[in-house]
Nanobody, 124 residues
Framework: QVQFVESGGGLVQPGGSLRLSCAAS????????IGWFRQAPGKEREGVSC????????VYVDSVKGRFTISRDNAKNTVYLQMNSLKDEDTAIYYC?????????????????WGQGTQVTVSS
């Protein structure tokens, strides 16, 4: 079973940027698609983005499209989320997970375990 270590979060001002990393721990990503999720206080967890293993499929929730970019480096077993033009509503804990990633659909997590995530806070 693949476990993940999320990193790269922090405190940034509105309009700033962060690059989140999702690294496999204790294994490899194999052929799984990977997704990013976030959960803000008082809200349910939502799918933010996902990327397929190799066929180029990417998905973004409408609220981040044009601002966030997901990518992966299979040789490093790592997935990234470049976050630009950050807004206060992006404040949340961000998690990654193996997912079913289909174009036009929100990613579906395949693992019931959620780790610590990484905190993103956008504030002046």
């Amino acid at each position: 079973q693949v476990q993940f270590v999320e990193s790269g979060g922090g405190l940034v001002q509105p309009g700033g940027s962060l690059r989140l990393s999702c690294a496999a721990s204790g294994g490899t990503l194999d052929y799984y698609a990977i997704g990013w999720f976030r959960q803000a206080p008082g809200k349910e967890r939502e799918g933010v983005s996902c990327i397929s293993y190799s066929d180029g499929t990417t998905v973004y929730v409408d609220s981040v499209k044009g601002r966030f970019t997901i990518s992966r480096d299979n040789a490093k077993n790592t997935v990234y989320l470049q976050m630009n033009s950050l807004k206060d509503e992006d404040t949340a804990i961000y998690y990654c997970a193996t997912v079913y990633c289909r174009g036009g659909y929100s990613p579906i997590p395949l693992d019931a375990y959620w780790g610590q995530g990484t905190q993103v806070t956008v504030s002046s």
